[in-house]
């Protein structure tokens, strides 16, 4: 129901978009979220947005080069990363929970992103 797309491999300072596209249900109301799981690492947060894009939170090391937005007329969720570093390289996972709740109850597949340097 939640389709990541987007990855790749990438230089230093480069630049990525990722999408997740849902289908199979409505997300209009969910706060979507993006992950990522480095490997030997647990996952991690790296951003979320409400319903309407007006709140957004970041992880504190992706703060000011990611950029999370949505477009509720396709159901997708883009993730547009700049500035990329090789600690950035990790699989990344888009994820959705209802607005009350707490737990992220949908994910994607992953899509790979490899920074290098």
């Known amino acids: 129901q939640l389709q990541a797309s987007g990855g790749g491999l990438v230089q230093a300072g480069g630049s990525l978009r990722l999408s997740c596209a849902a289908s199979?249900?409505?997300?209009?109301?969910?706060?979507m979220g993006w992950f990522r799981q480095a490997p030997g690492k647990e996952r991690e947060f790296v951003a979320s947005?409400?319903?309407?894009?007006?709140?957004?939170y970041y992880a504190d090391s992706v703060k000011g080069r990611f950029t999370i937005s949505r477009d509720n007329a396709k159901n997708t969720v883009y993730l547009q990363m700049n500035s990329l570093k090789p600690e950035d390289t990790a699989v990344y996972y888009c994820?959705?929970?209802?607005?009350?709740?707490?737990?992220?109850?949908?994910w994607g597949q992953g899509t790979q992103v490899t920074v290098s340097s």
């Open positions: 994820a959705a929970r209802p607005t009350s709740a707490s737990h992220w109850g949908y």
């Open positions: 199979g249900r409505t997300f209009l109301t969910y706060v």
């Open positions: 947005i409400n319903w309407s894009g007006g709140s957004t």
